[in-house]
């Protein structure tokens, strides 16, 4: 069965802590995408990646940053937690380039920053 | 970004009821995608509308697009518990790789 696997269902942290959330997929999919969300506000993008070392801003990208230094593994870090980054965050992936496929996403990791 | 407005943003009914629930931009979608996500897991993908009056079914659950590809509906018959779960639509904007996605749908199936 493919998958996108995040790291972590449940994580708690402290403030100004950084934090590294991992996500890895097994379907050689070449697009890769950093979501949030939060109740009232849907899925939000943070950033995504269509290529090994390449990455794109979303909309919400401040306090974010993302490495792909392989193609089936991308992170996201936030560099200094804050309250306000309490969230759902969910991984995932599609085939490259504009496509109809959909996405697969992982399980989501809920972080709790306090 | 294209927005994408749901509705209705939540809806409690009884099992074996019929409903419908609507996606709806001022733009043309290029494409249109709906996803169920059940409480603590990410949004897997029930089916992607392309062609305007498109109709899909899958089981008890109809999507159509509309003619003019700037609406969708999603319409489930004899609803079941197991329907229970967050319905969201999403778009390609018209340039880019992300999904725009709407604020979706919470439904609540009781026996």
């Known amino acids: 069965d493919v998958k996108v696997t995040q790291s972590s269902r449940y994580l708690v942290k402290r403030t100004g802590e950084k934090v590294f959330l991992e996500c890895v997929q097994d379907m050689d999919h070449e697009n890769m995408f950093w979501y949030r969300q939060d109740p009232g506000l849907g899925l939000r993008l943070i950033y995504f990646?269509?290529?090994?070392?390449?990455?794109e801003k979303g909309d919400i990208p401040e306090g974010y940053s993302v490495s792909r230094e392989k193609k089936e593994r991308f992170s996201l870090i936030l560099e200094s937690a804050s309250t306000n980054q309490t969230s759902m965050y969910l991984c995932?992936?599609?085939?490259?380039?504009?496509?109809?496929?959909?996405?697969?996403f992982g399980s989501g990791t809920r972080l709790t920053v306090v | 970004t294209q927005l994408l407005e749901q509705s209705p943003q939540f809806l409690s009914i009884q099992e074996g009821e019929n409903l419908t629930v609507y996606c709806n931009s001022s733009?043309?979608?290029?494409?249109l995608q709906w996803y169920r996500q059940e409480p603590g897991e990410g949004p897997v993908l029930l089916v992607t509308v392309v062609t305007g009056g498109e109709v899909k079914k899958l089981k008890r659950l109809t999507f159509q697009f509309g003619d003019a590809r700037k609406d969708s509906s999603l319409h489930i018959t004899a609803a079941q518990p197991g329907d229970t779960g967050l319905y969201l639509c999403a778009c390609l904007p018209n340039s880019g790789y992300a999904l725009n996605f709407g604020k979706g749908t919470s439904l609540l199936v009781t026996p």
């Open positions: 995932a992936s599609s085939p490259g380039g504009r496509t109809n496929y959909g996405y697969t």
């Open positions: 990646s269509y290529d090994v070392k390449m990455k």
């Open positions: 733009s043309v979608f290029s494409s």
